[in-house]
């Protein structure tokens, strides 16, 4: 068994009301995220604990924003390779404990989709990813609705 952290954050673009996928799921009035691809920062923090875990680098090297293949690229698929990549190494996910911390868009209404997505794509059950959204009590530019960061944990096995 292995554990890996993940991290990403954008920061907020202009579009202020603009539909934003998180964990795989469209959020409405989300703010468009500044990003080479789609900007889904929590796929990106599940790539990079998922990669982190079997020791095979990062999001950056695998998919770098300076490819213009990853242009607008949808995350989902990106995970999706990284599933696969584990598998080809003989690796599984166990499970995925995902933190978003924004002050807008809230969270709660669409966790309940976000896990049950990654879950679709990690190839596990819905209880064995969760997802939780948290503010940054007006601290710093996250808390002061500038952006979204996410933190991820992951456990993958042999």
Known sequence: ??????????????????????????????????????????????????????????????????????????????????????????WRVVNVDVAIVCEKPKIAPYAAAMSARLAEILRVGAGDVSVKGKTNEKMDAVGAGLGIEVHCVALIDR
């Open 1 to 90: 068994m292995r554990v890996g952290f993940g991290y990403d954050s954008h920061r907020f673009g202009d579009e202020p009301h603009a539909v934003q996928k998180l964990g795989g799921v469209a959020v409405e009035n989300c703010p468009k995220l500044v990003a080479h691809s789609d900007g889904d920062a929590v796929i990106h923090a599940v790539v990079d604990a998922l990669l982190g875990a079997a020791a095979l680098g990062n999001v950056g090297e695998h998919f770098p924003d300076s490819d213009p293949r990853w242009k607008g690229a949808d995350s989902a698929a990106l995970l999706e390779q990284v599933v696969a990549e584990l598998a080809a190494n003989g």
